[in-house]
């Protein structure tokens, strides 16, 4: 068994200025459309929840680097950070072979106005 972890923080800033620059161009290439409508519905605090989902992502791909043959095997909307029905952010690979690769992934986010955070570990198959 193979455990790995990875951490990541961002100003919130610098996403704020990406969707406010580039809009949907950054938004689509980043997250997926249920990420999409989920930090959207949330008004005054929608940067922050894409920053942290940002951060997520960062620290997902610094985890999991090391089982990829090439580093494009997987892109940004592969992953995706949701929330169960009690609040706890999970993730979902879509369109990749991560998931056979994976017995376990555990996430952590936190934001401020300021900054987001997310740190994860992935226990490996």
């Known amino acids: 068994m193979k455990v790995k972890c990875g951490v990541d923080i961002i100003e919130v800033s610098r996403i704020e200025d990406a969707i406010e620059n580039l809009e949907d161009k950054f938004l689509n290439r980043?997250?997926?459309?249920?990420e999409i409508e989920y930090c959207s519905s949330k008004n005054n605090m929608k940067y922050q929840h894409f920053a942290v989902r940002f951060a997520a992502k960062e620290a997902i791909f610094k985890a999991v680097s090391e089982s990829l043959e090439e580093k494009t095997d997987i892109v940004w909307t592969n992953i995706e950070i949701l929330n169960n029905k009690d609040?706890?952010?999970?993730?979902?690979?879509?369109?990749?072979?991560?998931?056979?690769?994976?017995?376990?992934?555990?996430?952590?986010?936190?934001h401020i106005k300021e900054y987001a955070i997310a740190n994860c570990v992935v226990v490996f198959k």
Do not use: A, W
């Not at 980043?30 to 249920?34: D, L």
């Not at 952010?89 to 936190?110: A, G, H, Q, R």
């Open 87 to 110: 609040g706890r952010p999970y993730v979902s690979f879509i369109n990749c072979d991560m998931e056979e690769k994976i017995e376990n992934i555990d996430i952590s986010l936190s």
């Open 30 to 34: 980043v997250y997926t459309e249920k």
